[in-house]
């Protein structure tokens, strides 16, 4: 049996602001929206075949737990693009700062810490 990866549930403190910008980046729509557990407010956003699900808690305050060294802690999302340096541009004009580039096989890549710290990996195979 081969699984896929359907989708990545992470906790944002304002999920329509972040899909606004995921969508404006990446070309990815909201699939769904809604009320969520513990009072909170979820949605999915992404292409048909894999999303991300942006949930914020009700009445919760959100920590942020330094990336690397947290056991089971999220440490980035990988994006795969057709053109890296169209997608750079847009990261760029979005306000954020891309870093780690990388070209080794078998793409090239850079990093940008996105929407809420959560940093993306983007990456193409072209």
């Known amino acids: 049996m081969n699984a896929t990866l359907e ?4 906790a944002v403190p304002d999920p329509q602001a972040t899909a606004r910008i995921l969508c404006d980046l990446f070309g990815w729509r909201i ?12 949605i999915h956003v992404g ?8 949930y914020c808690p009700g009445g919760k305050a959100l920590e942020k ?4 060294v947290r ?4 440490n980035h999302i990988g994006v795969v693009v ?14 954020f700062h891309p870093h780690e580039h990388a070209d080794y096989e078998p793409g090239r890549r850079f990093y940008f810490d ?4 959560v940093e993306f990996e983007v ?3 072209a």
Request: proline share 6%.
């Open 7 to 10: 989708h990545v549930n992470i």
């Open 31 to 42: 699939r769904w929206e809604g009320a969520a557990m513990g009072d909170g407010w979820s």
């Open 47 to 54: 292409t048909d075949d894999d999303y991300l699900a942006l």
């Open 65 to 68: 737990p330094e990336r690397y």
């Open 71 to 74: 056991q089971g802690g999220l």
């Open 82 to 95: 057709p053109d890296l340096d169209a997608a750079e541009d847009k990261v760029r004009a979005a306000g």
């Open 114 to 117: 996105g929407p809420d710290g």
């Open 123 to 125: 990456v193409s195979y």
